[in-house]
């Protein structure tokens, strides 16, 4: 089974950059869909930015041209750039990976991390 760690979460101020990253150990499909969710206390769990095995992008409306998703199949990592960091952005940040996932609906279903905060403030 899949394990996922997230990091490089922290506070920063409005208009700041973060790199979040996620390393992956165990058996993980080349294919595998791979995405990024956000979560604060009181809301639903939301969809930031997906990859799928082609390279293929997808982001919610709100982080479009701010951040950026990429995968490494050698290191199995999953990272998110982050710039321009606003309020809204705060949030705790897992990543997900589903062999059997499309971006089209975040990946959903398979391993989930733990999550990484990130507070813009």
């Known amino acids: 089974h899949v394990q996922l760690v997230e990091s490089g979460g922290g506070s920063v101020q409005p208009g700041g950059s973060l790199r979040l990253s996620c390393a992956a150990s165990g058996y993980t499909y080349s294919s595998a869909c791979m995405a990024w969710f956000r979560q604060v206390p009181g809301k639903e769990r939301e969809g930031v930015a997906a990859?799928?095995?082609?390279?293929?992008?997808r982001y919610t409306d709100s982080v479009k041209g701010r951040f950026t998703i990429s995968r490494d199949n050698a290191k199995n990592t999953l990272s998110l750039q982050m710039s321009n960091l606003k309020p809204g952005d705060t949030a705790i940040y897992s990543c997900k990976t589903n062999p059997d996932g499309h971006i089209r609906s975040w990946c959903s279903s398979g391993d989930w991390g733990q999550g990484t905060q990130v507070t813009v403030s």
């Open positions: 990859i799928d095995s082609d390279g293929i992008t």
